[in-house]
């Protein structure tokens, strides 16, 4: 424990405080609940936790077919519930409009610089004075450059996608706020140099460089998106039947896009197959496969003919999950045939992320809140100090009883107790920095109820012990006469008491498994400290003269024991005889 630094155990969520939401899988398919698609369903919440913006945040499977998710120190429980709790929903939506957000504005120099007959031109150095072109975007020294090249949002080919999403700082000829060529301030006829031109907005930036044609019914809702600001990546809502504005998962280049949509073309539960593969024949890196059942296939095929034959960017679809867009690949012919291909220089660890996403929403699962439970921070350390006070309590009354009742005994039990409580914070220190147990209120208790256990082990050596001095037995024939018997009597008990916890563990979920693990693991304990310290330990004062002669202080006195006098023949013996085994 000291030599890993893990010297204290790891609180539970009702000991720390903060909520715990407990989600029960379910589906019309039995198989579709399995360990794969469980540890799927772990990473998608635990990104929606980290979304929240929530550190030390806990998102664990138990069982088969329930998550256990632990926020620590409070927090918004109506929006945990939120988050965690609805069903990841995977659509493929064709694209309107893209815009990148969070653009930063360039900042005036205010330098003029000079024109071609010295006079000082009104556009200062780096300015971002808009160009003669109609339709151009701001000057690319100010505009964030994202080149098909450098993108990773991916292409989907199959005889057919290609080419990742055109550069934001391209001409988009459906740009509905272009500058026009007369807005530029031309030089004075005097020669004096005019103002320096005001910087665009971020805002202005943003609609300067849009591409495609944002619908009437969401340009308010497009131009007030700012996809720099997390609350307002998670907070979009949409409906399968109607167009939706988003924004994309992932910065590209050092901003997000948000993207206009149109509604739901392909539904995530109609692919069938997605997983990330290694391009081998043409050398592209990492890529994902996706296969689609009979209505995807139609579907999917029907829109990416009809996206092909449009200009960027609306020969786009985008796939969207839980409304945020984690890829948007243009089309150039419609795929038949049910698969795809996604590439776009992804990494191994991208290409194997996207591919369970899809396989997720491909997934006919659904999550039911079976708890939440919000404990405040000073509520856990009350029942931590409240847990912690039971347990002395309890070890008090097990050492009066042991010492009462077995006097010098009594001291190998106290002993024993020590080392199984030593044995245990250990143990759940190591595991609290191994594989993230917790320690929950209901572990107290089940390290409560195991005193009980390991002093009952005592007691039964002890009197099986006291049996044989009983019987007439000197100390140490009855140490070794009694272990087989109180050996197998442990045993069986701790047996029991172990299957217990083993069924309570495996039938139980939430804080319930807690008790069940902490009962069996100092089960196992109890059988380790009688075999390897209480059986040598008594064996050991055995031989002590204290002990061996039956003190009464050392809970062996015969006497007070009732010891039967040894059995004595009732055959008359002659004197000789006598006189000869008196010599």
């Known amino acids: ?35 794969s698609n469980m540890d799927i369903a772990v990473g998608i919440i635990e990104r929606r936790v980290n979304g929240m913006g929530v550190s030390e945040a806990e998102v664990q499977t138990q069982g088969d077919s329930t998550i256990i998710v632990n926020i620590p120190k409070g927090g918004d429980r109506q929006n945990a519930a939120d988050q965690v709790g609805t069903t990841a929903k995977l659509y493929f939506r064709p694209v309107l409009a893209v815009a990148p957000s969070g653009v930063t504005p360039p900042a005036p120099t205010g330098t003029p610089s000079a024109g071609a007959s010295g006079t000082p031109s009104a556009a200062p150095s780096g300015s971002a004075a808009p160009t003669a072109s109609a339709g151009a975007s701001s000057s690319a020294s100010h505009a964030p ?3 098909p090249s450098a993108t990773k949002q991916g292409r989907a080919v199959g005889e057919a996608l290609a080419a990742e999403a055109a550069s934001p700082s391209a001409a988009a000829t459906g740009a509905s706020t272009a500058p026009s060529a007369t807005g530029s301030a031309a030089p004075s006829a005097t020669g004096t140099p005019s103002a320096p031109a005001t910087p665009p907005s971020a805002a202005d930036l943003s609609a300067a460089m849009t591409q495609g044609t944002v619908p009437p019914e969401l340009s308010a809702a497009f131009a007030a998106l700012d996809c720099s600001k997390p609350e307002m990546r998670t907070a979009q809502t949409s409906t399968e039947d109607k167009a939706m504005v988003a924004c994309s998962q992932k910065a590209e280049n050092g901003y997000y896009e948000k993207l206009a949509l149109g509604p739901v073309a392909v539904k995530g539960s109609d692919v069938s197959k997605a997983q990330a593969s290694l391009d081998t024949q ?7 496969q996706l296969q689609f059942n009979g209505a995807g296939t139609d579907a999917f095929s029907k829109v990416t003919g009809q996206l092909a034959t449009q200009t960027p960017p609306t020969n786009q679809f985008a796939i969207v999950l839980d409304n945020q867009v984690v890829s948007h690949p243009q089309v150039n012919g419609a795929i038949p045939g049910g698969s795809a291909v996604i590439t776009g220089r992804f990494t191994q660890a991208e290409a194997q992320d996207l591919a369970n ?6 997934l006919p699962l659904e999550f039911a809140q079976s708890d939440i439970t919000t404990v405040s921070p000073a509520l856990g350390s009350d029942q931590l100090e409240a847990g912690l006070i039971a347990g002395a309590i309890g070890m008090l009354l ?13 001291l190998v039990s106290i002993a024993g107790l020590i080392v199984s409580a030593i044995l245990t914070y250990s143990i759940m220190s190591l595991l609290g920095g191994g594989i993230g147990f917790a320690l929950n209120l209901p572990a107290v208790c089940g390290a409560i109820v195991a005193i009980g256990i390991t002093a009952d082990s005592f007691i039964v050596y002890f009197e099986r012990i006291r049996d044989e001095v009983r019987e007439g037995a000197p100390l140490r024939p009855a140490v070794q006469r009694a272990w087989p018997r109180a050996r197998r009597t442990i045993l069986v008990s701790d047996f029991v008491s172990f ?10 979920v939430g804080k319930v498994q807690g008790f069940a693990f902490t009962l069996g693991l100092t089960t196992a304990l109890d059988v380790v400290v009688i075999f390897l310290f209480t059986k040598p330990l008594i064996t050991l004062l055995a031989r002590r003269k204290f002990f061996a002669d039956g003190h009464p202080w050392s809970g062996l006195d015969p006497k007070r024991l009732g010891a039967r006098p040894p059995l004595r023949s009732s055959r008359r013996r002659s004197p000789s005889s006598a006189a000869v085994k008196e010599a």
């Not at 030599?3 to 579709?32: E, V, Y």
């Not at 097990?398 to 009594?410: I, T």
């Not at 299957?499 to 139980?508: G, K, N, R």
């Open 398 to 410: 097990v050492v009066a009883y042991s010492l009462v009742y077995y006097r010098g005994l009594g």
């Open 145 to 147: 450059t994202a080149s």
């Open 499 to 508: 299957l217990c916890a083993a069924v309570l563990y495996v039938v139980s």
């Open 357 to 362: 996403v899809l396989s997720y929403g491909a």
């Open 1 to 35: 424990m000291f030599g890993t630094g893990n010297t204290k155990p790891r609180l539970g969520i009702d000991l720390a405080g903060g909520t715990s939401i407990t989600l029960t899988a379910k589906s019309t398919d039995p198989k579709a609940v399995n360990k």
């Open 282 to 288: 043409t050398g592209a890196g990492w890529q994902v």
